[in-house]
């Protein structure tokens, strides 16, 4: 995995090097810092997915419309994503309107645990705007900036809290818990396949008991 790691520095590297910023972000970084093995690196930049595109040899438009392309190296791929902000979001679950921005800032507002938002350059330094690293030592799953708006953008985020206790054995922080009680009633909202993809993740998670008590 330290190939893995390697080959994604270069390229935050490339990207650096033509002018753009680049950070690691999201569960690989969450990982890392807890000592979990990960195989799914995410890179967000202020470059957009044209520009992505046009500095890399093999990219795949895999959500190029939200801002996100798969660069691939060799055997390994690499979402990375521009950032962006959402906006009016349709049936609890995708937003309508997606801004692309210059501003890191932005587009971690727009996530959803305060765990998942760390970033980290090329040098393994990681960056922390929403108090994640506090989370993570106290071992606790919060939402950033208010829950209800969180689960009420997207009702899948539910369900990833759920995912998160089961993998992590973390704690769900009050207000976050108390938001999903209450909108509980949105999960009808998600697809089938969605839901399934959710609930397979939970029940295979070293905390899974956990999981299901909440």
Do not use: C
Not at 82 to 106: A, C, G, M, Q
Request: glycine share 6%.
């Amino acid at each position: 995995m330290e190939l893995y790691l390697e080959t994604g520095k270069q390229i935050i590297k490339t990207l650096k090097r033509n002018g753009y910023s680049a950070y690691f972000v999201g569960g690989y970084v969450r990982d890392l810092q807890l000592g979990i093995q990960s195989d799914d690196i995410d890179i967000t930049t202020n470059a957009t997915p044209d520009e992505v595109e046009a500095l890399f040899e093999k990219v795949v438009a895999t959500g190029k419309k939200f801002g996100g392309v798969t660069v691939i190296s060799g055997s390994f791929k690499y979402e990375v994503t521009t950032y962006r902000l959402e906006s009016n979001y349709e049936n609890h679950r995708h937003p309508n309107d997606v801004t692309f921005s210059k501003n890191i800032e932005d587009d971690l507002m727009r996530r959803d645990f305060t765990v998942n938002q760390l970033i980290m350059d090329e040098f393994e330094n990681v960056t922390d705007h929403h108090s994640g690293l506090t989370d993570l030592n106290n071992k606790v799953i919060r939402t950033i900036n208010n829950p209800i708006d969180r689960f009420t953008e997207d009702a899948l985020r539910i369900l990833r809290a759920f995912r998160f206790v089961s993998k992590l054995g973390f704690d769900l922080e009050k207000h976050t818990f108390n938001a999903i009680k209450e909108l509980a009633h949105l999960v009808k909202t998600i697809s089938i396949e969605r839901l399934m993809v959710e609930l397979e993740k939970i029940f295979k998670g070293d905390f899974q008991k956990k999981a299901i008590k909440y």
